[in-house]
């Protein structure tokens, strides 16, 4: 088992950038595939990104491709999400979520039912 411990959430401007980390306690993510995923008031919990498990390849929602990064540093046990260029729109609570040990699909990369492991979020809020 890990679980996954947030770090990094806050309040910024439009424009700015943050940058997350997700810690493993209690386990490693060294054979597990790690990924955000966030939610917003009123809305459901929507995939973010993912990184396989030995850092390829990764996955990204089509609204952050571009302005956000997933990386890993299994040395570390930990996995950071950067994001540049913030938008109102990014305002949510963020969440890392780990795989159980082993491979994943493309096609399940992006699901919540494939990650088995969740923190309990980080507040980003992005707002002028």
């Known amino acids: 088992q890990v679980q996954p411990v947030e770090s990094g959430g806050g309040l910024v401007q439009p424009g700015d950038s943050l940058r997350l980390s997700c810690a493993a306690s209690?386990?490693?993510?060294?054979?597990?595939?790690v990924a955000w995923f966030r939610q917003a008031p009123g809305k459901e919990r929507e995939f973010v990104a993912a990184?396989?498990?030995?850092?390829?390849?990764?996955w990204y929602a089509e609204p952050v491709k571009g302005r956000f990064t997933i990386s890993r540093t299994n040395a570390k046990n930990s996995v950071s999400l950067q994001m540049n260029m913030l938008k109102p729109e990014d305002t949510a609570t963020y969440f890392c979520?780990?795989?159980?040990?082993?491979?994943?699909?493309?096609?399940?990369?992006?699901?919540?039912?494939?990650?088995?492991?969740w923190g309990q979020g980080t507040q980003v809020t992005v707002s002028s």
């Open positions: 990184i396989r498990y030995n850092g390829v390849p990764t």
């Open positions: 209690g386990g490693t993510f060294r054979s597990r595939t």
């Open positions: 979520a780990a795989r159980k040990e082993g491979t994943i699909l493309s096609s399940e990369s992006t699901e919540e039912t494939a990650y088995d492991y």
